[in-house]
């Protein structure tokens, strides 16, 4: 990847607040149209290393690059070409939508003859036509959250930081988002930095994901990547003749180390590692068990997530 395509670049960055390392020598890069994901529990350092990156809070030590930008020296150039979607929408509900809208249409630039326009989009867009001059402190938290949305796209910015940005929507709107981001990010090539706790949200859309904890960072890669490195739980359905699945629960139930549930016809083999694979299909045909399909179900974000931080399930 060529040095031009590197959108953000952190090296040993660090945000301490008091005894608390918020951001703990973060190193990472993130790449020109890339949908890069930042996944941890509350309090795990991703809503501060935003305010970092955007020059809203300083670093104690390291450096960062944001669009060739050093956001600690130029904070108000870099924001002019981020959009940030706050998990908090932090509108103005004395406003209404358009109001809001043409207000951070000016701090941001936008020309005076192109804004109307652009919002009217945005409106008709996020489906706040209909609603756009009433005052938005009116508006229920999933309206309010298309609004930021709104907001953060106004002026077409090249970064977007999106913290939480299906919070709240039903999911008809969260579809939509979903789809914006991808699109964005495809055919725009516009980079998306997102912060999320959803983590089938995160496996879908997200080209790589770092994930946090306590302000540092555990891994980083593709998903499929990552659940091939740290993904603990495998997982393997066979699809069997109906009336050989009792014969086939109790063959699989005498192996150690894995667990075996039916359902219907098929057998979900939960803990087998890839090289077990075929010695448990071998134990089936042996018994003259006929077998219509296997689907190894490779390990999800989910996974890697739980294995990283040393959890399980019933954890959350």
């Known amino acids: 990847m060529a040095t031009t395509d590197i959108v953000i670049a952190t090296r040993h960055f660090t945000r301490r607040f008091g005894d608390l390392v918020a951001v703990n020598n973060l190193t990472l890069e993130v790449f020109r149209g890339e949908i890069f994901g930042l996944l941890g529990h509350n309090g795990a350092g991703k809503t501060t290393t935003i305010r970092l990156l955007n020059g809203v809070l300083a670093a104690n030590s390291g450096s960062a690059r944001v669009l060739g930008f050093d956001p600690s020296k130029d904070g108000t150039a870099l924001r002019r070409r981020t959009g940030v979607l706050t998990e908090n929408p932090s509108l103005d509900d004395r406003l209404t939508a358009r109001e809001n809208l043409l207000f951070y249409a000016d701090i941001n630039n936008v020309p005076r003859g192109k804004a109307p326009r652009r919002i009217e989009e945005l409106l008709v867009d996020f489906e706040l036509l209909e609603r756009a001059d009433e005052q938005a402190g009116g508006y229920s938290k999933g309206m309010k959250q298309r609004l930021a949305l709104a907001r953060a796209l106004l002026h077409e910015p090249e970064l977007l930081f999106l913290d939480e940005p299906t919070t709240g929507l039903d999911p008809v709107a969260s579809l939509y988002v979903r789809q914006l981001i991808t699109h964005l990010s495809k055919h725009k090539g516009r980079t998306v930095l997102l912060c999320t706790h ?3 949200e995160a496996q879908r859309l997200c080209d790589r994901v770092a994930v946090l904890e306590h302000g540092q960072l555990l891994a980083v890669g593709t998903p ?5 490195r740290f993904g603990k739980v495998h997982k393997l359905a066979v699809e069997l003749e109906h009336e050989q699945v009792p014969q086939a629960l109790e063959i699989l139930k005498q192996e150690q180390g894995i667990t075996v549930e039916a359902e219907d016809k098929v057998l979900h083999i939960i803990g087998a590692v890839r090289e077990r694979i075929p010695a448990l299909i071998q134990l089936l045909t042996n018994a003259h068990i ?14 890697v997530y739980f294995a990283l931080h040393g959890e ?5």
């Not at 499929?224 to 091939?228: C, E, N, P, T």
């Not at 296997?294 to 989910?302: A, C, F, I, K, R």
């Not at 399980?312 to 959350?316: D, F, P, V």
């Open 290 to 303: 006929r077998i219509y399909r296997v689907t190894p179900q490779e390990p999800s974000l989910e996974d």
């Open 224 to 228: 499929a990547d990552l659940g091939h």
């Open 312 to 316: 399980g399930e019933n954890s959350l």
């Open 198 to 200: 959803n983590l089938v």
